[in-house]
Every structure is written in C-alpha cells, then in structure tokens.
C-alpha cells in the first residue's frame, strides 16, 4: 500500500510588515527610560545643592573673599598653605577629634547595649524604644542650657555630686578636658537613642534559629551577643560609625551654646572647646568675613571627615574578620533507628 502525497503547495507564513505602532514605541521607551526618570529627582537635587555648592566653595577658597567688599582677587593655594600653619586651626582639629573620641566610642557602646535589652520580651516595649527617642527630638538648645546649668562651677549639680565624694569642684567651661567631657556628655545623652533604635532594627532581623541552635550548645546572652548579634550587626556598625563620624567631626552647636559671655563662637576665652566649624565659621562670617578663608577651612574639614571615616570602616573590617556567626544546619536530623 503506498502513501498518497498531498499535493497542495505548502501554505507560506505571512511576511512580517517591520512596522512598529506608537504603542509598541511607547512601551520600549518606557521599559528603558523610566527607571532612570525615577532616580532622577535625587541626583538632579543633589547637583543642586551637593555638588554645586561644594565646587562652588572650593572656588571661593582660591579668592580673598571679602564679603564686605566688591574685589575677589584670585590667590591660589594661598589660603590652603596659611591654614596649615595656622596654630589655632591646628588646635581646633584637637578639639574636635578629642570631643568626636570621647562622645562617639560610649554613644555607640551604650546604644548597642541598650538596643539589646529593647530587643527582649519585656512589658510596655513598644513604650520604651519610643521613650529613647524623645532627647534627640528634644530642642538642642534647651539641652545646652540644662547642661551648661548641670556643669556649672559654683551651683552645678555635678560639682555637688564630686563635693559628696570628696572630688574638688571642676571648671568645667574653663579647663580644655573637662569642657570636653561635659560637651560629650551632651551628645551622648542626645544621640544616644536614636542610634539605638537603628541596631534594634537590625537585630529584629537576625534570625532566632542561631539563638536557639546557641542556646542548646550552651551559650549564654552574653555569649549569644558577641558570637552571633554583633558579627551579624556588621553593616549597621559601619553604617552607624559614619554617620557618627560625620555628625561628630561638624559638632557646632552644643559647645557653641555651651559658652556663653563675650564672642562664645571661639569656645573659650582660650578656645577650649572650639571645633573646625566653629572656626570657620568666625572666619567665613563675623569677625573676620575673610570668605575664601573659611572656605578653605570647609574643605579641609571635608578631607578630614574622608580620612577618619575610611580609617573607622578598615579596624571595624580588620576587627570583623575574626568574628564568624555560627552556622545552622537546617538539615533534619536522623533519629535512632
């Protein structure tokens, strides 16, 4: 029996037209264009007032910029080079990094501290993590005014507290380390919550296998804290540690409302407590209104902050390394046949 061949010429597919409707257009336009139209409110806004005004000072830091005059005359690195032969901006760089030292290494102690115990089943915690944010919402000049009144020198609730353990009174506004530590105080006390609510954030999402599977190997909090919280808690040290060392290193207003009298933007009659930008700010602005100068300074304090930061994110890194969190095998386990 042989097959019949059918005959009939096969029927051709319909040739394509390559047109392409406004519709088809729209919609590739849209899959490629759209996603950087969503991002671009934030970098259009930060050319605006990020790049724009940082290459803008460091033009004015090339002039004499007199604000009181019409003559900008350009000088170079002129500025640049006086400032780094300048003892009081010299002084104010101590300042700064001894107050940064001494506020941020027990700020960010205590709010790891503190986040772990808000991590716990406690009663009411919902209105203790919402009860450490109220200092830093709190206005900073009423807390400068309660703590100048807490550290002062005759009738200062802490110079009655030494007096009752035989300590003598502390000039706390005038001597340059004790100005320090009530300035460090202060930001403490003010930042210290709101640190911590960022690692209580993070430790939600640890995840309680680890803790469990620690718990039963016989490890105990603290044990559980520094071999698993911690080591997981990585990115948000560093994260935090920047963040500290940016707000830190721009300290302004707490030792700028700490001393009071005649001209207290320099800290001190002897600039005890004077930061970089309160030294730039009495050189950009009243009395100086040397522009270019304190411009010179803004810079130089942007490279500080640069350093300092990358130099806090190596030792975390150098000191994460050895840290590894324990491993869970989620694998079931046989039982005993």
Known sequence: MTAQLDARPPVAPAPRTGRRTPGTRLSRLDTRFSPYLFIAPFFVLFAVFGVYPLAYTFWVSLHDWDLLGSDHPFVGLDNYSRLLADTDFWHAVVNTLGIFVISTVPQLLAALWLANLLNRRLRARTTFRMAVLIPNITSTAAVAIVFGV?????????????DLVGIDAVEWKSNRFASWVAISAMVDWRWTGYNALI???????????????????????????????????KPTIIFTVIISTIGGLQLFTEPRLFHSGTNPIRGGPLRES???????FENAFAPHYNFGYGSAVAWLLFALIAVVAAVNVLLLRRLGEGARPPKVDARPKEGPR
């Open 150 to 162: 807490l550290f002062g020198r005759e009738f200062g609730m802490v110079n009655w507290l030494l």
């Open 199 to 233: 690692f209580l954030a993070a430790m939600q999402a640890v995840p309680r296998d680890l803790y469990e599977s620690a718990a039963i190997d016989g490890a105990g909090r603290a044990r559980q804290f520094w071999s698993i919280t911690v080591p997981l808690l």
């Open 274 to 280: 004077q930061t970089v930008t309160m030294y730039m």
